[in-house]
């Protein structure tokens, strides 16, 4: 009878880690952290009993029965990985259902999807936009991405992944004719608002002391992501979570005349029913990543 065989998920990322000699070159490779590749291989050298891997000030080197190991079970798994491969030539299409807010989905989600469609090429990702509350879809979805722990259906897993907080912006141009160097700059702007974040404006002005402070006018539009190409446009001056800036920043169509008057925000979570499955696990992981970065 044989006997019991190591921990799989270990031994992959002992592989990664001795043909990269490097934890945190293995961590990159795997998407893990550099704690979690530390963690399987300590937990494969108490399974073998013996150490694998010589660790020294930022190096790390192969011991003989770790070389022994290396040698004899790379081309092993190869080998398993090309059965499964073979057996998988018209595998079934995998999904997972998202259900975010269509501004997040805009402003955040959609520009980093292709990362995860590049790692995950046998997973679709299907997204579902909806301003209801999770608890209250009407759709199915595998996961939910919603700002804060209200109105999530009791039994679903729920987990921080981004912070976030109020910041605001306006165009160049706008801020060359009509520059912004204190709050009481903004009485001579147009205040652009979200009628899905209304109390944004007085939330803000309250946290700096300034509730009385009265606009030119203002502008209101039905999401923020069409309150951020308002403010893109040169139409005013927007309020706007960091979470959804995008690239406007970087790429300079936006602006922050006023870096330090910011308001923090809840954070934002995902949420995923119980026993939530690969798929699901994969996207969350990647969330998270993504968040990280």
Not at 67 to 90: D, H
Not at 149 to 162: D, I, N, R, S
């Amino acid at each position: 009878m044989s006997g019991p065989l190591p921990p799989l998920n270990a031994l992959r990322v002992f592989l990664a880690a001795a043909r990269q000699c490097s934890f945190s070159r293995a961590a990159v490779e795997l998407n893990v952290t550099h704690g979690a590749v530390s963690r399987q291989v300590r937990h494969l050298e108490e399974f073998l009993g013996v150490a694998l891997f010589e660790r020294q000030i930022r190096k790390i080197s192969l011991t003989a029965e770790g070389q022994q190991l290396f040698a004899e079970t790379g081309p092993a798994l190869e080998q398993i990985g090309n059965a499964a491969r073979a057996v998988m030539a018209s595998p079934p299409g995998r999904a997972v259902r998202i259900n975010a807010r269509p501004s997040f989905s805009v402003r955040w989600l959609i520009p980093r999807l292709p990362d995860f469609v590049a790692r995950h090429p046998r997973i679709e990702p299907q997204l579902v936009t909806s301003t209801l509350s999770p608890e209250k879809a009407t759709e199915a979805f595998d996961i939910a991405i919603r700002r804060g722990v209200e109105g999530w259906p009791p039994a679903f897993k729920v987990q921080p992944f981004l912070k976030d907080e109020l910041i605001l912006v306006a165009s160049p141009a706008l801020l060359k004719a009509k520059p912004v160097k204190s709050a009481a700059s903004l009485a001579a702007h147009v205040l652009l608002t979200c009628k899905s974040r209304r109390q944004d404006w007085d939330d803000w002005k309250q946290h700096l002391g300034r509730p009385r402070l009265k606009p030119a006018r203002r502008l209101q539009f039905d999401h923020i992501h069409i309150v951020l190409q308002a403010a893109v446009d040169g139409l005013g001056v927007a309020l706007t979570p960091a979470s959804l800036l995008g690239t406007d920043v970087t790429q300079r169509r936006l602006v922050c005349p006023l870096p330090r008057l910011r308001l923090p925000l809840q954070s934002i979570y995902y949420g995923c029913p119980p026993g939530a499955g690969y798929e699901m696990r994969l996207f969350a992981d990647w969330l998270d990543a993504q968040a990280a970065a």
